[in-house]
């Protein structure tokens, strides 16, 4: 009975794929991101715990421990030191990497107006929580709230694609000196074993040169300060240089998921459309785990399809139009919010607004689902789907109203 | 509305002023205010603006001001750092404070207001030296500037400066007093001041062109590396330091005029023989000077605020002894005119030798058999050995000096003789009157001093007499020694105390460590021959008065209280007079230089003892400045007296802190009753690293010695130092802290508002 | 300690046209600590004076590297430059925090405690001037008790007193920490390359001369800092691994008054209502001081003390 199912399994339209230069393991998504850390040789880690990205650094610590990565990891006195350090690291031309979340992401909030300012490369995860009173569970109140620091947003739907996006991350980054934030759903990614297909360390090396010492880098035989008072004349110029270099994030990382394609045979994208054409009637919008749920659901929906948003920040406008052509102009998107920013819209429906002003005129429904770590099962998707279509407000809070 | 803008440096006080104007202006008639700085981070020195809106009615703008009505300029050196003047309006004025006339910036603007707040702030004593608060009077001025009511703005004024009302409000009033204006006779301000705007511009809207497409490369980091020096801080200062050499002490003090700082240096420095070069420029008798000078240098010393001063009399000693049996060559003659000098004493062959340098023929004649004057027959040999003596004028007279022995000349035989030129140097060697009637039964202390060390004549004096001399002088001292050591029991009389003595202090302490006995505080009254033979000398008490014009206390007779002693000698040495014999048949008053008789046929110039004081170094000083006069007189040359150097570096100017306390290096003398007939010199002297180490306890006043304090306390380095170690201030980056000056420990900076303030 | 008779700085390594105040104790400091660290340094500078008076962009004060980084984390930023370096192969590199007093005392503690305890490889230098001088003179817990700062709420001037840094390092058992002051130099200069020559967490806390925040006469910068020391109010010590060494011990007995009476800050203690002020100050300089004479006594006893 067992080797009949095993052997249907294999048979059958789930299984794995299989890529070459892979081991295929069952990994949590932390551990997952902690593997591609170590694969791409970063050098510095500074380290302080708090759930649930410990176990990233608790992985990485016993892989320098055992002498897996070469690094320097170094147990800080708090998230505003960890960033700290990994800026001064950074300027000592390292490749840099930590995690955090919730709490410790809101301490180095001015830190992360440091390192993107002095454009500074560098990839961090950040597993989702939210703030006092004290909850530890998956919601990106706390990236989504960061999402105007200046640093790119990369928000995974699976451990694969997090440890995908972590090694696409520090070639971007690198390229454009402008550090990235990968963003992991807490448990339903973070603690959540799955198959995970970890490249070998010499694929990763030859997708991914060692960092080379960009121009902001201390050299010891051409000494300058750096961050001196910038008065603002300048101080307008960098900002204008910065903002010229976020307009090529879009571009960019397509062209890295496209190269990544080629060396790893998975595919990724800023955005992704699902089941969106002339025949559709609504588009559920959704970023992370949640966005799994919702594929299942929407096939059993002809009419409703699925926005996938990978990138966020800076939020790919050009992908989402390209994604939302087909869809005729009497569609309806429904936005789908693990946040609560404190105002009446969710941060994605505030972004969609943003990007579809004056190119489409398409009715939006926002939806607060799963906020604080509410389970977001099928069922509440479900009645996302059939509230737009029956029951259409600007604003619900799904297993709420 | 008006709108106004101002430049001023951080620390003048610009932003506080604008918000009190603000407040001036809205109590002044319901005006809209609105004053702001430029937002930076503000540096006292740092060039700042702010901004100063007034209307009428609502102020529709919350930008800088770029087309001011009026500019307001708190520090002229500004004019040259910043554009101030940019954006004026073209009917606008300019407030420049200065002590310049507006006609000096009638270029900047159709109208120019000038104020010296500057000086009105430093008069009242706003802010500091270094950095004045210039805001009121500033106030005061833009009063005066818009036509407005000072009444109204005094009282806004006090209640809003943060100390010093009255001084803030005065000097407003005298700012608004002291406005000079420049240019356009309109009213200008005024209108602008009252009129209403009329409406808003419009403001254009610009779209933005997308970026979007370009390559990912190009990211150019910005480079924190050029140097900060392009930032010239030197324009910040208002008072500036400089190295200066000022007058010591001890030079000031030196009666020969010695550069006493500087042989001691150099001797530090172990260069002796440039040590001993230095010295006889001004003195040929070191080697005398050494052991008998008072030493005003050292009682002058700063070093007494601190231990004790600088032994400079054992360095001449030294110096001296080192340099016997040296080569010396005369120089050579370079004029016809002869010289005569008259008194063979410190003052006659200094004035001989100096002369006899610039290349004169001179001859000295010397009435005794010996020459060397006073410092031969008053000053015993325990004190002065006669080789030391011997070997000073021995080597005048290689210079080409020509010393006549044993001829008592007179001005008139001089001339007759052929001579162009007389100096008479004659010493006071006839000893001054006690005013006794039976006096003669006294001894002349000084003619017995003379004939004892002269020809041995012990003049009766026999072993075991009680002898007493009345004085305090030198030649009291030395007479009760030398009556000792001939055997005698000598007890000295003097009519104030010890601290009145006029004698050497050092000198008086000898004489009684030795076992001269001294009596205080009588004066002789009558003198009498004794019943046994012996002399009765009678004795008033006496006490100290009112200070007399020497500044010592005058002794007072006690009434009623007389006493008698009884001795087998009384000497008497309470002064001497000069022997008028040179001038025979002349009216002469003795002062120092070119004497005024008609009579005299060539120049006749005093000198020494006679002319001006009683010690050696004086007598060289004055040898010293009547070569000068001579030389003057008979090249035809201007001839001034060179006055006293003033304003000598005192221990106030010292900083005491850079310096460790160490002792002095003090000679050896010998303090025990000498044997009869011990005539063997009393105080040894020391070697060379003593004198080395003592040279270096000097403080070096008033005179750079490297020590490195300016250059190493300097916070902008702004001291450079070249490869000999010369010390430069760099003043395109000195902000004039003084930090330099306050540090220096031998005040060779000064710290003053100098023409390199406004460099 | 005797005086010094010779040009100290051999090599400058500072630019001129620092943006400090007149008589500042920043830039004085940067040129000696710069000449004695040489080239081989980088400077991690939190917010404080020296972010500004090192020259604004595109400038650079020192002849060397400066990261300016957070007010809190100049200690973090240096652990981070430290570890990129040690990896680059670069140990010999001395990470040298430049930090003022607020980015010590308060904001910057935890980062610092942090640092220490972990033995980074780092120098650390405050420039004690005992209050916020950068943000215009607000209170700091270094002030000092009885000055005036432009924020006292409740009295109009602090009523606390200033902690104790050099104990709260002392407790973190580094290798080497000393005070030092401007006005002995030779004294300073010895610490700053003592201190650069031993590994692991060193910390130098540097008494701070600031006109404007103190209210002197910028001449008199060195003069005040001298007296401090006479005084007792600023003792030089050195504490290695909880053992104390006593370095100047003032010949005479001089009264904290005759340093505070130059200081504006402290000027209203001299009024006659407020001499309970001057007395309890005395007593804290005289208490703080026979602490350090005991520990001192206590700490070399059966020790073998390289003696300097």
């Known amino acids: ?401 | 509305m008006i709108e106004i803008r101002g430049h001023a440096r951080g620390g003048q006080g610009m932003v506080t002023a604008f918000e009190i104007l603000a407040k001036v202006f809205n109590k002044l008639g319901n005006f809209h205010v609105q004053a702001f700085p430029a937002f930076g981070v503000e540096r006292t020195g740092a060039p700042i603006q702010a901004f100063l809106r007034v209307a009428k009615n609502e102020i529709l703008n919350r930008s800088n001001i770029y087309h001011p009505h009026l500019i307001i300029v708190f520090d002229e050196t500004l004019l040259e750092q910043v554009p101030v003047f940019e954006g004026l309006n073209s009917q606008g004025a300019v407030l420049i404070n200065t002590e310049k006339p507006p006609a000096f910036f009638a270029d900047k603007a159709g109208k120019v207001f000038t104020v010296p707040a500057t000086r009105i702030s430093l008069e009242l004593g706003l802010g500091s030296r270094s950095l004045p608060i210039v805001n009121a009077a500033m106030i005061g001025a833009i009063i005066r500037a818009l036509e407005s009511a000072l009444e109204v703005a005094l009282p806004v004024l006090r209640e809003n400066v943060p100390a010093k009302p009255d001084a803030n409000a005065e000097a407003a009033r005298r700012a608004f007093a002291q406005v000079a204006v420049a240019g356009a006779e309109d009213d200008y301000l005024v209108r602008a001041l009252y009129q209403p705007e009329q409406e808003m511009e419009p403001a254009l809207v610009n779209g933005i062109t997308s970026a979007a497409g370009e390559s990912a490369d190009g990211f150019q980091a910005p480079s924190w590396d050029k140097p900060l020096s392009i930032n010239k801080t030197g324009n910040w200062r208002l008072m500036a330091p400089a190295y200066v050499t000022k007058a010591p002490p001890c030079n000031t003090n030196c009666p020969a005029g010695t550069d006493v700082r500087a042989f001691v240096r150099l001797t530090a420095e172990k260069k002796f023989d440039e040590a001993f070069e230095l010295i006889s420029r001004h003195n040929p008798f070191p080697g005398v000077c050494g052991r008998v000078c008072p030493h005003f240098c050292e009682q002058n010393c700063n070093r007494n605020a601190l231990d004790e001063g600088l032994n400079v009399g054992a360095i001449e000693r030294f110096l001296s002894s080192r340099s016997r049996g040296r080569a010396i060559n005369p120089a050579p003659l370079l004029y016809g005119e002869k010289v005569a000098v008259v008194g063979a004493g410190p003052a006659g062959l200094t004035a001989a030798l100096r002369l006899r340098r610039k290349g004169y023929p001179v001859t000295v004649f010397e009435a005794l058999p010996q020459a060397g004057g006073m410092m031969r027959t008053g000053i015993p040999r325990f004190r002065l050995p006669d080789d030391v003596l011997d070997e000073e004028i021995a080597a005048i007279e290689k210079e080409g000096v020509e010393i006549r022995l044993g001829q008592k000349a007179t001005v008139e035989g001089l001339a007759e003789a052929g001579f162009d030129a007389v100096v008479v140097s004659v010493g006071s060697h006839v000893g001054a009157s006690i005013g006794l009637e039976q006096e003669h039964l006294a001894t002349e202390g000084i003619g017995f001093l003379r004939g004892f060390k002269l020809f041995g004549d012990e003049n009766g004096v026999k072993q075991g007499d009680e002898v007493a001399i009345i004085g305090g002088g030198n030649t009291a001292i030395d007479l009760g020694r030398t009556l000792l050591r001939l055997g005698a029991v000598p007890s000295i009389y003097y009519r104030r105390t010890i601290q009145e003595m006029p004698a050497i202090a050092q000198e008086v302490e000898e004489a009684m460590a030795e076992g001269v006995q001294m009596h205080f505080l009588v004066a002789p009254t009558a003198l009498n021959k004794s019943a046994e033979g012996g002399l009765v000398l009678h004795l008033q008490d006496m006490r100290l008065g009112e200070p007399d014009a020497s500044g010592r206390r005058r002794p007072v007779p006690i009434e009623g209280s007389v006493k008698e002693v009884q001795a087998g000698r009384v000497f008497a040495a309470i002064g001497q007079k000069y022997d008028s014999f040179v001038f025979q048949g002349l009216e002469v008053n003795p002062r120092q230089g070119r004497v005024a008789a008609d009579k005299l046929s060539i120049p006749v110039f005093c000198a020494g003892d006679m002319a001006w004081g009683g010690t050696v170094a004086e007598a060289i000083g004055s040898g010293n400045e009547v070569a000068e006069e001579a030389h003057a007189s008979l090249r035809g040359l201007p001839y001034h007296r060179e006055q006293g150097q003033k304003g000598a570096v005192g221990p106030e100017d010292i900083n005491f802190a850079y310096y460790l306390p160490s002792a002095r290096h003090r000679q050896h003398t010998r303090l025990s009753r000498p044997k009869p007939g011990d005539f063997t010199e009393v105080t040894a002297g020391l070697d060379e690293a003593q004198l080395v180490a003592e040279a270096g306890r000097c403080l070096h006043c008033g005179e750079c010695f490297s020590c490195g304090n300016c250059f190493n306390f300097c916070p902008d380095a702004a001291i450079l130092v070249d490869e000999e170690g010369r010390l430069r201030i760099d003043y395109e980056y000195c902000k004039g802290c003084g930090i330099c000056a306050e540090e220096c420990p031998c005040s060779a900076i000064q710290f003053e508002l100098t023409e390199e303030a406004t460099l | ?308």
């Open chain 1, 1 to 401: 009975m067992l080797e009949e199912i095993k052997s249907t399994s294999l048979a059958g339209e789930d299984k794995l794929p299989k890529y070459r230069d892979h081991e295929e393991r069952i990994l949590k998504g932390n551990y997952a991101a902690a593997e591609a850390a170590r694969l791409c040789r970063v050098g510095f880690i500074p380290a302080y715990p708090i759930t649930p990205q410990t176990t990233i650094v608790e992985r990485l610590s016993e892989m320098v421990a055992n002498g897996e990565l070469d690094a320097t990891y170094i147990n800080m006195d708090s998230e505003h030191s960890v960033f700290a350090a990994a800026m001064g690291a950074a300027l000592g031309g390292e490749r840099v990497f930590t995690a955090t979340a919730g709490q410790g992401l809101f301490y180095a909030h001015e830190v992360l107006q440091a390192i993107s300012h002095f454009r500074l490369p560098m990839v961090v995860c950040n597993v989702g929580r939210p703030s006092i009173p004290w909850n530890i569970w998956s919601d990106q109140s706390d990236s989504l709230s960061q999402r105007d620091t200046g640093w790119i947003q990369y928000y995974g739907e699976s451990a694969q694609e997090v440890l995908d996006t972590i090694i696409q991350s520090y070639m971007l980054s690198e390229k454009l000196n402008i550090p990235v934030m990968a963003v992991l759903d807490a448990f339903y990614q973070s603690h959540t074993s799955e198959n995970i297909w970890v490249p070998s360390q010499k694929l990763v090396d030859a997708f991914l040169p060692p960092r080379k010492a960009g121009a902001m880098h201390i050299d010891l035989e051409h000494p300058k300060a750096f961050g001196g008072l910038v008065p603002p004349e300048h101080y307008y110029k960098f900002s204008y240089n910065a903002w010229k270099d976020a307009r090529k994030v879009e571009a960019l990382s397509t062209e890295i998921a496209a190269r990544f394609a080629r060396y790893f045979g998975r595919q990724y994208s800023n955005v992704e459309a699902v089941n969106i054409g002339p025949h559709t009637r609504l588009v559920l919008v959704t970023v992370s785990t949640i966005t799994t749920t919702a594929r299942g659901v929407v096939r059993n929906y002809p009419d409703v399809g699925l926005l996938k948003l990978r990138l966020f920040r800076p939020f790919p406008k050009t992908g989402v139009l390209e994604a939302l052509r087909a869809l005729p102009d009497d569609a309806v998107l429904a936005n789908v919010e693990r946040n609560f920013l404190g105002d009446a819209e969710g941060a994605i429906q505030q972004e969609m607004k943003r990007a579809l002003f004056g190119a489409r005129n398409l009715r939006m429904l926002d939806f607060y689902a799963g906020v604080g770590g509410k389970d977001v099962p099928p069922e509440t998707i479900e009645k996302i789907i059939y509230q737009a279509k029956n029951d259409p407000r600007d604003i619900s809070w799904a297993d709420v109203d």
């Open chain 3, 1 to 308: 300690m005797s005086p010094t008779q010779e040009f100290l700085i051999k090599d400058e390594k500072v630019y001129s046209g620092a943006l400090s105040c007149r008589g500042c104790a920043w830039s004085l400091l940067a040129r000696h600590l710069s000449s004695i660290l040489g080239d081989n340094t980088v400077y991690v500078v939190p917010a404080c004076c020296f972010s500004i008076i090192s020259g604004p962009y595109p400038l650079n004060g020192l002849k060397g590297n400066i990261v300016h980084t957070v007010f809190a984390g100049a200690s973090a930023t240096a652990t981070g430059v430290r570890a990129a370096l040690d990896r680059q192969g670069k140990a010999d590199t001395t990470v040298v925090v430049l930090a003022g007093d607020g980015g010590t005392f308060d904001i910057g503690l935890q980062a610092l405690s942090g640092a220490a305890a972990r033995g980074e490889n780092i120098l650390y230098v405050v420039n004690n001037n005992g209050a916020y001088m950068n943000t215009g003179i607000q209170t700091s817990t270094a002030t000092p008790y009885g000055a005036v700062t432009t924020t006292n709420p409740g009295g109009g001037y602090k009523r606390t007193w200033p902690k104790d840094l050099m104990g709260i390092i002392a407790a973190h058992n580094l290798p080497y920490a000393a005070t030092c002051s401007l006005a002995y130099l030779d004294d300073l200069r010895r610490k700053v390359r003592k201190a650069a020559d031993t590994r692991g967490f060193r910390l130098l806390m540097v008494d701070g001369p600031c006109p404007p925040g103190h209210k002197t006469d910028p001449a008199l910068s060195i003069s005040i800092a001298r007296l401090a020391v006479e005084t007792k109010l600023f003792p030089l010590f050195e504490i290695e691994r909880q053992r104390y060494t006593l370095n100047y011990i003032p010949d005479k007995e001089v009264p904290v008054t005759e340093c505070l009476k130059y200081q504006g800050r402290f000027k209203h203690l001299f009024n006659e209502e407020n001499g309970y002020i001057l007395e309890e100050i005395q007593e804290h300089a005289d208490h703080y001081w026979r602490q350090l004479q005991t520990k001192a006594e206590l700490s070399w006893n059966g020790k073998e003390k390289e003696k300097t």
